[in-house]
């Protein structure tokens, strides 16, 4: 009984499948765990985008234009001094933009 070739996906394009075909069994294994890894990140982009924009709430009105509606509110401590910072994740980054010093009052 003769070993036969795996059948590969029906909505996998044929360009894919020749150039499969035509590899390696090292550029194969090199290729498989490259598309897991790039799945593995497609699916986390899409579920942080699918929080961010479970997250995001009415944009305040004293956000600055070039802060995203998702930002929060923190305080940072310079010098003894206290600052109000908008704050929020772009990508892998954490971003800041100064708001305002924090009141005694506050």
């Given at each position: 009984?003769?070993?036969?070739?795996?059948?590969?996906?029906t909505n996998l394009p044929t360009e894919i499948v020749n150039?499969?075909?035509?590899?390696?069994?090292?550029?194969?294994?090199?290729?498989?765990?490259?598309?897991?890894?790039?799945?593995?990140?497609?699916?986390?982009?899409?579920?942080?985008?699918?929080?961010?924009?479970a997250n995001v709430e009415e944009r305040p009105d004293d956000?600055?234009?070039?802060?995203?509606?998702?930002?929060?509110?923190?305080?940072?401590?310079?010098?003894?001094?206290?600052?109000?910072?908008?704050?929020?994740?772009?990508?892998?980054?954490?971003?800041?933009?100064?708001?305002?010093?924090?009141?005694?009052?506050?």
């Open positions: 009984m003769p070993y036969e070739p795996p059948t590969p996906p150039t499969l075909n035509e590899s390696s069994p090292e550029h194969l294994r090199d290729v498989a765990s490259y598309a897991e890894a790039v799945a593995e990140h497609k699916e986390r982009q899409a579920r942080l985008e699918e929080a961010d924009d956000l600055p234009d070039d802060v995203p509606a998702k930002a929060t509110i923190t305080i940072k401590e310079i010098n003894d001094n206290r600052y109000y910072y908008w704050q929020w994740r772009d990508g892998e980054k954490i971003r800041s933009q100064y708001k305002g010093p924090v009141s005694p009052d506050d």
